[in-house]
């Protein structure tokens, strides 16, 4: 029985999931890893990430990492993603997932690198269309949520890339960890008056959730904007400091309306992207969402919010798949291929563009 490690590398995270073969549990491996100012990390974090699930016949590879802002284009980014593999597995040559759904070699994908940049989700969706034909997948995760149509068993998503989808509706960036308070909302309440909040990264929506006990410390995996720990005070202190307070002199009860708020006006942000999307596929949109990723909890909210009726991933697919679905999507996708012959791979690149 063959064995396959999916990677979705990210910008801030590295997820890694290895199967033994279509109906295993997979083993997963997440690591958060600046790569914005520790790329030279990037090739020793995936070989720790190996080491730690144990060896595999081959690799499937997703990535966001090109968008992080030490690369100086999606370009430069997929290279160098590619370069840190070549050099954590010199003996390997992975397989590189592109947004048609079909496996790439590592030179096709240095050749056309906007055809393999943030194909995640179309990898994440794939896999759920397999159990759910008709659905809506929300994936909300530590930067940002993905809402994806499914219907008839096919992936219908209107945007293709990064900007096509935030125009569409289906990607919103806003996550359950890393986005900054000052962009989720410009007021708050204090003293039952609306306050201006600072432009300054201050906190993020983890503090905001840890606070509200939505998740818990050892769930606050990013780095905090003080340097400072991940305590529910500390978390705190820096949700009074949006608007220029010190928590001792805020107070509790002044933390949690700032926090509610926040959690409050996030939900909004999602909910307007999923209503985006339902309101273009009208009659045909489907009436289920799946919820998966580290922030369910407000994918479930925005599902319930525009009237969905929801399952959550983890009760279909495990918990680990559910919290890093498309790096277990890309290493059952690609044991699919393999199993099926090349008709599912591409080592020549298709003679199609991609475009917003």
């Not at 290493?331 to 012959?341: C, E, I, K």
Request: hydrophobic share 45%.
């Amino acid at each position: 029985m063959s064995s396959v490690i999916g990677w979705d590398v990210g910008g801030a995270n590295i997820k890694a999931a290895r199967i033994d073969g279509p109906r295993s549990v997979p083993s997963m491996f997440e690591l958060a890893i600046p790569l914005w100012r520790e790329l030279h990390r990037l090739p020793a974090a995936l070989a720790e990430a190996a080491a730690a699930l144990g060896s595999a016949d081959t690799m499937a590879v997703t990535m966001t990492a090109e968008l992080a802002d030490c690369f100086a284009n999606k370009r430069e980014g997929v290279a160098g993603v590619l370069d840190a593999f070549g050099q954590a597995f010199p003996g390997v040559e992975p397989w590189v997932y592109g947004i048609d759904g079909a496996f790439r070699s590592v030179a096709a994908a240095r050749r056309h690198p906007y055809r393999v940049a943030a194909a995640n989700w179309m990898a994440a969706a794939t896999l759920v269309s397999r159990t759910f034909p008709d659905a809506i997948l929300i994936d909300a995760g530590s930067t940002t949520t993905d809402i994806i149509p499914i219907v008839g068993g096919r992936v219908v998503a209107r945007g293709k890339t990064d900007s096509a989808r935030l125009r569409s509706g289906e990607l919103v960036y806003s996550g359950v960890l890393r986005t900054p308070v000052a962009a989720i909302v410009r007021r708050v309440p204090l003293r039952g008056r609306a306050c201006r909040v600072s432009a300054e990264y201050f906190a993020s929506s983890a503090d905001v959730h840890l606070w509200l006990g939505r998740i818990r410390g050892d769930d606050y995996t990013c780095q905090t904007a003080d340097g400072r720990g991940r305590s529910r005070i500390e978390a705190g202190t820096r949700v009074a400091r949006m608007i220029c307070e010190d928590f001792e002199r805020l107070g509790e009860a002044g933390v949690t309306a700032i926090a509610e708020h926040v959690a409050t006006a996030q939900l909004r942000q999602v909910v307007s992207g999923l209503r985006q999307v339902m309101r273009r596929l009208g009659t045909a949109c489907p009436r289920l969402a799946v919820v998966a990723g580290q922030g369910s909890f407000l994918a479930r909210e925005a599902a319930d919010a525009a009237g969905l009726v929801t399952t959550d991933l983890a009760e279909a697919m495990g918990a680990a798949v559910a919290r890093a679905t498309p790096a277990a999507a890309v290493a059952y996708l690609l044991d699919t291929a393999l199993d099926a012959g090349d008709s599912r791979l591409r080592i020549h690149e298709p003679h199609t563009s991609v475009v917003s």
